[in-house]
């Protein structure tokens, strides 16, 4: 895809937000012209955001920049407003996420109106990061979709050790519901210890 300049300038304004996250993760290295460092640190928020682009680009051949951009700010500046500072339970946390939505979905709206892009665009993707019209709108979809296989790959394992099984299972339930037949299909080819799988199966049985 050839990328628009407004596009590139909505991506790099994103980016730049991500890469403000205080909390680093240690990742694989880059390749860069002098050498391939072999692990290095990076913002955590915007590492999330990198495996929500990779994983759109697994799930589909050839996504529009608008489905792009939501993949992108889905996860924006979510480390500023803490999940702790909400009350416990599940009325707080989901209180919680659809406030993150909210103000993620605004915030790159701003951004993509002040790279050039239209009203109508920018709020399209507003709608895709609160997840308006899942199960119907296609971007919205792949913005879930995305956000599922990135938990399965990378949270699930250390979330299977913390939550008592019987609730696992209704939360990997729950989220095989939300997924795509495709995103089905991709979760399944992921690398999962025996114990973590075992969830997953019985989730899948009930």
Not at 157 to 165: G, I, L, N, P, T
Request: contains cysteine.
């Amino acid at each position: 895809m050839s990328a628009s300049s407004a596009y590139q300038r909505a991506l790099d304004a994103l980016d730049a937000l991500h890469a403000e996250d205080p909390r680093r993760v240690e990742v694989e290295g880059r390749s860069s012209p002098k050498e391939l460092v072999p692990k290095e640190l990076v913002p955590k928020e915007l590492w999330h955001a990198e495996r929500m682009s990779a994983w759109l680009e697994r799930l589909e051949a050839s996504p529009d920049e608008l489905v792009r951009l939501a993949v992108r700010g889905q996860h924006l500046q979510r480390w500023q407003v803490p999940r702790d500072a909400y009350p416990e339970g599940r009325v707080g946390y989901l209180t919680w996420r659809r406030d993150q939505g909210q103000r993620a979905g605004e915030t790159t709206a701003k951004l993509m109106r002040e790279a050039g892009f239209d009203e109508e665009d920018a709020e399209r993707v507003a709608r895709m990061i609160r997840k308006q019209g899942l199960g119907r709108d296609a971007g919205t979809q792949a913005v879930e979709d995305c956000a599922c296989l990135v938990f399965l790959e990378n949270y699930f394992a250390d979330f299977s050790r913390q939550v008592e099984r019987d609730h696992l299972i209704r939360i990997v339930r729950k989220t095989w519901g939300k997924m795509s037949p495709q995103a089905h299909e991709l979760a399944l080819e992921l690398p999962m210890s025996d114990e973590a799988r075992e969830i997953v199966e019985a989730a899948l049985r009930t």
